[in-house]
């Protein structure tokens, strides 16, 4: 089974300031992962994804994420947010076969102050 | 396209109370999902399809029935309400191939048990 640690329940940050959410997993097989952000009151919005290749990956509204397989971790960065990244986020694994069901985080939430 | 909906918006019920959550979506995904999200504790899988009369038990199907009679609708069924249930509840949808590696999500729908 996997499972996934968002080590932060919240991360007040100054706007223009950079960003970095921290997300580790735990999984016995090779996984997809993903970040998704979640406006309040709205659904879940894809931000970016790691599948294979390349360890960096950007995604929308500037966000990029790095994969460190030595370290299992996935941590989401911004070098400069705006008030508008406020929302909370998650982080998500899933095995390339099987269920392939998202196991989620228990969420971060992004505090941006003016 | 409208995407993944989810009927209705919000809903309360009082504990014994039975009732059914809509989803439906018009992408001509295989595999669909239902979530519940509970603060601090992130989405957690109820239960899953991956195609029309094929369906599977998730994290926490307790309480909770699916059918998937057809390939656009994926309905959730509390049988017996009660107050653990409430929750807010995302349906989501995924492909098979192409964009499989991206989860579609609903817009939700808020639940109180009382």
């Known amino acids: 089974a996997q499972s996934v640690t968002q080590l932060d329940s919240q991360v007040p940050v100054f706007e223009e300031a950079p960003v970095e959410l921290r997300c580790n997993y735990s999984?016995?097989?090779?996984?997809?992962l993903f970040w998704y952000v979640q406006y309040p009151n709205q659904g879940l919005q894809l931000l970016l994804k790691?599948?294979?290749?390349?360890?960096l990956v950007k995604g929308i509204n500037g966000f990029e994420a790095e994969f460190n397989k030595s370290q299992t971790s996935f941590h989401l960065r911004k070098p400069s947010v705006h008030i508008s990244d406020t929302a909370e986020y998650f982080c998500?694994?899933?095995?390339?076969?099987?269920?392939?069901?998202?196991?989620f985080g228990s969420g971060t939430r992004l505090q941006v102050q003016p | 396209n409208a995407g993944v909906t989810q009927t209705p918006k919000f809903q309360v019920l009082k504990t014994g109370q039975s009732m059914t959550l809509q989803c439906a979506q018009d992408?001509?995904?295989?595999?669909m999902s239902w979530y519940r999200q509970d603060p601090g504790m992130g989405l957690r899988l109820i239960h899953y399809?991956?195609?029309?009369?094929?369906?599977d038990q998730g994290e926490v199907p307790n309480g909770y029935n699916v059918s998937r009679s057809t390939t656009e609708d994926f309905p959730l069924r509390l049988l017996s309400a009660a107050p653990s249930q409430t929750s807010v509840y995302f349906c989501?949808?995924?492909?098979?191939?192409?964009?499989?590696?991206?989860?579609?999500f609903g817009p939700g729908t808020r639940l109180t048990v009382t």
């Open positions: 989501a949808s995924r492909g098979r191939s192409g964009e499989a590696y991206e989860q579609y």
């Open positions: 999984s016995s097989v090779s996984v997809y």
């Open positions: 790691y599948l294979s290749g390349s360890t």
């Open positions: 998500a694994v899933r095995v390339p076969t099987g269920r392939r069901a998202l196991t």
């Open positions: 992408m001509n995904h295989e595999y």
């Open positions: 399809s991956v195609g029309a009369g094929i369906t």
